[in-house]
């Protein structure tokens, strides 16, 4: 089960790379890392649909929401305020909204807003690593953290050889991630921040 498993995650991977070459992968000479601009920076996690959230009014148990999801239409729905737009903000904007609405039936609510669940970003692992597949994506996840919530890499896992494909405007450019290199510290900026969408590819 677990060999066809793998059979599996390495032909979802060759796909993955067939499209690259039908779209035209805008490689140029294949950067290592993405521009400092993509790279660098802590990002807010933006909600989107399929998101789980709660809504937590301090010392309001009757207008406190637990395990919300976020609807298809972007919405959530609360007491009191009903229906509000949740996709597309973030959980302190979303936060300032949902104040905001309360403030006409209550005195300086004091709301919290948490992503319980991330459904919404996700990256992708495929290829020679123990759970290919989906990998939640919270603020800031680098290559090596994706890699390790897939689960590692298999026996025959060529480590020096990763590949991320992001899709951006025009086509789908791709990055190369050495793990020998990183942890011998020969490459050590080459761990870069990861975007919602891209997919690491890990050949054996």
């Known amino acids: 089960m677990r060999g066809s498993r793998q059979v599996s995650g390495l032909r979802a991977a060759l796909a993955v790379l067939a499209l690259v070459a039908v779209s035209g992968c805008r490689t140029g000479g294949t950067p290592s890392v993405p521009p400092p601009q993509e790279a660098g920076g ?3 996690y933006v909600i989107g649909v399929g998101d789980v959230l709660n809504v937590t009014v301090w010392q309001n148990e009757r207008l406190t929401a637990q ?3 976020v609807r298809s239409d972007g919405k959530i729905s609360i ?3 009903d229906d509000v737009q949740a996709a597309g903000l973030t959980p302190r904007e979303l936060k300032e909204v949902i104040t905001q609405a309360l403030t006409e039936y209550v005195v300086d609510p004091d709301v919290t807003v948490t992503v319980v669940q991330p459904n919404s970003q ?3 692992v495929m290829g020679a690593v123990a759970r290919p597949g989906p990998v939640a994506l919270f ?3 680098r290559v090596l953290d994706a890699l390790s919530a897939a689960g590692g890499f298999t ?3 060529d480590r ?3 590949r991320v494909l992001r899709r951006e405007e025009g086509g789908v450019r791709e990055y190369r991630f050495d793990y020998d290199a990183f942890v011998s510290g020969k490459a050590p900026g080459s761990n870069f921040v990861l975007a919602p969408g891209d997919t690491i590819i890990v050949p054996d």
Do not use: H, K, Q
């Open 42 to 44: 802590e990002r807010e």
């Open 67 to 69: 395990g919300v999801p």
């Open 79 to 81: 007491p009191l305020v």
């Open 122 to 124: 996700r990256v992708f």
């Open 139 to 141: 603020t800031e996840m």
């Open 155 to 157: 026996t025959f896992a």
């Open 160 to 162: 020096d050889d990763i």
